[in-house]
């Protein structure tokens, strides 16, 4: 399991789909669980899927959205081995405020079926298992109080089949072998700051580094300061529209050079690797544009 994070908006989801690309071109059987109600990646491909469904993209390559609710149905249903008697259950008013009440619920449910993933026996004897899980986690802080609450609620049960199922979670969540954390963020001061917050927490919290960060939307150099200062120089010549190129490139050479001073303080305080990925002047990425992506990822990661 990859465990992908960062502060919002840093662009994770579009990280853990050119990750889940890359996995699946080196010919591992890889899906990308998406927590709560989203499909971004099956959108991508053209395709709609229900929560909950494990839908194909291309070869070796598959998407889910997580539901909570659908996955305690499913776990229920293994753990009473009958659907017909854990269906009662679930549809009790009183067994859902329950779950709606208990602090952790959904976050330990969603664990517990990105864990049923990549087991050799899934809950649904047809159903095949994945080499890669890949999930794209909730936002930094949120994301790892969600780690967290495999050991909370193992803790709490004690003993059980609740118990027993939380501690085979945090188990995969402490291996390195089996599971790994990425960390995505832009080349800008706050997600610098919460990337290295991010890492000393998930150190003190699972014993765990953060593998790798990758840094999205970095700015092309374009400029050196001696075109720069050639451009201003001669700006004026050229009228209104050489003013405004001018502005547009020490606007663009000043943005690049404040991304790579980030850059170098991330690389500094970060544990793994940092790699970066560019920024793609695009409204909206297409299929076209996360694989292309994902060939970057491909060759640094």
Request: aromatic letters at 2%; zero cysteines.
């Given at each position: 399991m990859v465990f992908v994070t960062g502060k919002g908006g840093v662009g994770k989801s579009t990280v853990a789909g050119a990750l889940g690309i890359a996995a699946a071109a080196r010919g591992r059987r890889t899906i990308v669980c998406e927590v709560g109600s989203q499909d971004r990646l099956a959108r991508t491909y053209g395709r709609d899927s229900a929560p909950g469904e494990e839908i194909e993209l291309a070869e070796g390559l598959w998407s889910t959205?997580?539901?909570?609710?659908?996955?305690?149905?499913e776990w229920l249903t293994s753990q009473l081995g009958s659907r017909v008697i854990a269906q009662p259950l679930m549809n009790s008013t009183t067994f859902q405020y329950f779950v709606a009440a208990a602090p952790g619920a959904r976050e330990i449910v969603t664990l517990v079926k990105v864990w049923e993933?990549?087991?050799?026996e899934r809950w649904r004897k047809q159903a095949r298992s994945y080499e890669l899980a890949i999930v794209d986690a909730p936002a930094s802080g949120h994301g790892v109080g969600m780690l967290m609450t495999a050991k909370t609620v193992a803790d709490a049960a004690r003993?059980?089949?609740?118990?027993s199922q939380a501690n085979r979670v945090r188990e995969l969540l402490e291996d390195p072998r089996r599971s790994g954390y990425l960390a995505v963020a832009l080349a800008e001061e706050m997600p610098v700051t919460e990337t290295i917050e991010l890492q000393a927490r998930l150190h003190e919290e699972l014993g765990r580094e953060i593998?790798?960060?990758?840094?999205?939307?970095?700015?092309?150099?374009r400029f050196t300061k001696a075109d720069i200062d050639r451009v201003v120089a001669t700006a004026g010549q050229d009228g209104p529209l050489g003013r405004a190129a001018a502005r547009a490139a020490h606007f663009e050479s000043r943005r690049a050079s404040d991304q790579q001073a980030?850059?170098?303080?991330?690389?500094k305080a970060a544990e793994g690797d940092v790699v970066t990925l560019p920024f793609l002047f695009e409204a909206e990425l297409d299929r076209g544009d996360l694989e292309g992506l994902a060939d970057e990822l491909g060759r640094k990661l």
């Open positions: 959205s997580i539901d909570p609710h659908a996955a305690l149905g993933l990549v087991q050799s003993v059980g089949p609740i118990a593998e790798a960060v990758v840094v999205n939307g970095v700015y092309p150099r980030q850059l170098r303080r991330l690389r």
